[in-house]
C-alpha cells in the first residue's frame, strides 16, 4: 500500500501555501487523506505523520531509525552543524550528558541572578515609555539575556554587532533558499557562523575560576583535558544554544503577554501568585502553578519548534506502511495541539485546562520527547516566570491595540507586532 501523496508544483511543491499558514494548510490535506501522507517542502519530500502515537514513536525511536541530524539539517544545516539537535546516537549521547551539567541547578539558580538586572532594566523602560512594540521590545529583552548568559563581558559597540550576527544566523535557518549563493541568507548565515566560531574559540581561553557563573563558562569548564568538548566544540553547541534558547522564549513570553492583557481574570490570578513566589528560588517558582499553566498553555498554541524532521536510517514500517531509508519525516506537535479529536476547544487560549498539575494528554508535545526532549525546557520555564512575574507586578492594566495574528513556521512570529499601552 502506499502512503497518499498530496499533489504539488515541481520542485517548489507545497513550499509556497505552507509557508503562508501551515497550520491550515497541513490542517485541510489532513482532512482529504488522512492522518499519514506525503508532501514536498523545500524541494525534498516529506511523509507527514499527524497521529500522538506515532509521535511518540518517532520521538522515542527505540531502534536508532530515525536520524535527527539528517532531518533537521535540511533547515538547520550548515549553519547549525554539530548542534546537540544536529547529532545522533551514540555521539549526541556523550555530547548530550557533558551539555546536561550545564542545566543543574545550582547553575540555573547562577543563571536566574545573573539575568535579574535584564529583566528589572526592561520593566524599568517599558514603564517610561508606556506603550512599545509588544514582539520587538520581547525580542530584544531576550537578546539581552542572552548576551548577559552566552557571551562575555561585551562592550556597548560590539553588541549591536553580536546581534546582527546573531539575527543572520537565525534568518539564515529560515531561508527558503538552500544554496549559499552571494547576498542570500544563508551565506550571511554562514559568515555570521565563521564569526561566532571564533569569538567562542577565544573566549573560552579567558574563562577562568574567577568569572561569572554564565551558560558559557559553564560549558568551557566542561572542558577538562582530553575528557570534555574542545574549543570548538563548545563553540558549535554555543551558537546552537542561541538560536534553541532565544526565538522559543520570545514567542511564548509574547503570546502570554498578549492574552494577560486580553483577561483581567488572567492577570489578578497572576498577579496573586507573584507575591507568593521568591523568583530567585527553584522549589518556589516550581509552585508557581498559574504561570505555568500559561507557559504550557502558550506553548501549546504555538509551539515553538512546530514541526519536527528526522531522516529514516533503513527500511521500516511506519502506521502500517514500508517506509523507505533516506525518506523524510515530520511530525507536527502544531497539528496534534490544535486538533479536536484530543483537545476541547483547540483554538481558545485557556490556561486553566494545565492548572491541575497531573493533567496530562497524549497529543501534547511542546517539548518533543525521547533523546533529544528540549535540554532547556526547566530553564525556559523558570526564565518565563521570572520575566512575567516581574511584569505583572510592575503593569497596571495593559491594553493592546489589535488582534495578535501569528505565523506558526518556521518559529512562530507575528505578521505584524502590536502595540501595549500600559
Ligand atoms: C519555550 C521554550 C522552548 C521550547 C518550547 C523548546 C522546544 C524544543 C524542542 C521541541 C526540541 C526538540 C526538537 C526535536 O527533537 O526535533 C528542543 C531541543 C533543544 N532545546 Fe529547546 N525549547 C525551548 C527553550 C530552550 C532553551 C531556553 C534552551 C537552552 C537554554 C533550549 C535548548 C535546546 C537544545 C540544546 C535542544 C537540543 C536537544 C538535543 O538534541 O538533545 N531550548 N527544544
Redesign the pocket.
Known amino acids: 500500500m502506499e502512503i497518499p501523496k498530496v499533489p504539488g508544483l515541481p520542485i517548489i511543491g507545497h513550499s509556497i501555501p505552507f509557508q503562508r499558514n501551515a497550520l491550515n494548510f497541513t490542517a485541510e490535506k489532513q482532512k482529504k487523506y488522512g492522518d499519514i501522507f506525503q508532501m514536498s517542502l523545500l524541494n525534498e519530500n516529506f511523509i507527514v505523520l499527524l497521529t500522538p502515537e506515532i509521535t511518540k514513536e518517532v520521538?522515542l525511536d527505540k531502534d536508532d531509525n530515525f536520524s535527527?541530524k539528517e532531518?533537521?539539517a535540511v533547515i538547520l544545516g550548515p549553519t547549525f552543524e554539530n548542534?546537540?539537535?544536529l547529532?545522533d546516537f551514540d555521539d549526541?549521547k556523550y555530547h548530550?550528558t557533558l551539555?546536561q551539567d550545564s542545566?543543574r541547578h545550582d547553575a540555573i539558580h547562577n543563571y536566574l541572578s545573573i539575568i535579574q538586572p535584564i529583566i528589572d532594566t526592561w520593566v524599568e523602560s517599558i514603564k517610561t515609555i508606556t506603550t512599545f512594540n509588544l514582539y520587538e521590545s520581547i525580542k530584544q529583552l531576550m537578546f539581552d539575556i542572552s548576551l548577559s548568559l552566552f557571551f562575555l563581558d561585551v562592550k556597548n559597540d560590539e553588541s549591536q554587532k553580536l546581534n546582527n550576527l546573531f539575527m543572520d544566523s537565525i534568518a539564515s535557518a529560515t531561508s527558503a533558499v538552500r544554496w549559499p549563493l552571494p547576498f542570500t541568507q544563508l551565506k550571511k548565515g554562514l559568515k555570521a557562523r565563521e564569526y561566532l566560531l571564533d569569538y567562542f574559540e577565544s573566549k573560552s581561553q579567558m574563562i577562568d575560576e574567577e568569572s561569572k557563573k554564565t551558560?558559557f563558562a559553564e560549558l568551557v569548564n566542561t572542558n577538562k583535558g582530553d575528557a570534555g568538548l574542545s574549543n570548538h566544540e563548545i563553540a558549535e553547541?554555543m551558537i546552537?544554544?542561541l538560536l534553541?534558547?532565544h526565538d522559543?522564549?520570545t514567542i511564548?513570553l509574547t503570546n502570554s503577554i498578549y492574552n494577560l492583557s486580553k483577561n483581567p481574570d488572567f492577570l489578578n490570578d497572576l498577579r496573586q501568585e507573584a507575591s507568593e513566589v521568591d523568583p530567585l528560588d527553584i522549589s518556589s517558582l516550581k509552585n508557581g502553578n498559574f504561570a505555568e499553566s500559561i507557559?504550557q498553555e502558550?506553548?501549546r498554541y504555538y509551539?515553538?519548534?512546530p514541526f519536527?524532521?528526522?531522516r529514516v536510517m533503513r527500511d521500516t514500517k511506519i502506521g502500517g506502511y514500508n517506509v523507505d531509508g533516506g525518506t523524510y519525516l515530520t511530525i507536527s506537535?502544531l497539528l496534534l495541539h490544535h486538533d479536536e479529536r484530543y483537545w476541547d476547544n483547540p483554538s481558545v487560549f485557556d490556561p486553566y485546562r494545565f492548572i491541575d498539575p497531573t493533567y496530562t494528554n497524549k497529543a501534547y508535545?511542546?517539548?518533543?520527547?525521547?533523546?533529544?526532549?528540549?535540554?532547556?525546557?526547566f530553564?525556559?520555564?523558570y526564565?518565563?516566570k521570572n520575566v512575567i512575574y516581574k511584569y505583572v507586578q510592575n503593569v497596571e492594566q495593559p491594553s493592546i491595540d489589535k488582534s495578535l495574528n501569528i505565523r506558526p513556521t518556521p518559529i512562530p512570529h507575528p505578521i505584524e507586532d502590536v502595540k501595549v499601552t500600559i
Not at 365 to 377: D, E, S
Request: one cysteine or more; glycine letters at 10%; charged letters at 10%.
Open positions: 520521538f535527527s532531518g533537521w548542534g546537540l539537535m547529532r549526541h548530550r551539555l542545566f551558560l553547541h546552537f544554544l534553541a534558547a522559543t522564549t511564548t507557559f502558550a506553548i509551539p515553538p519548534v519536527s524532521v528526522r506537535p508535545f511542546p517539548f518533543a520527547g525521547g533523546a533529544h526532549t528540549c535540554i532547556g525546557k530553564f525556559a520555564s526564565m518565563f
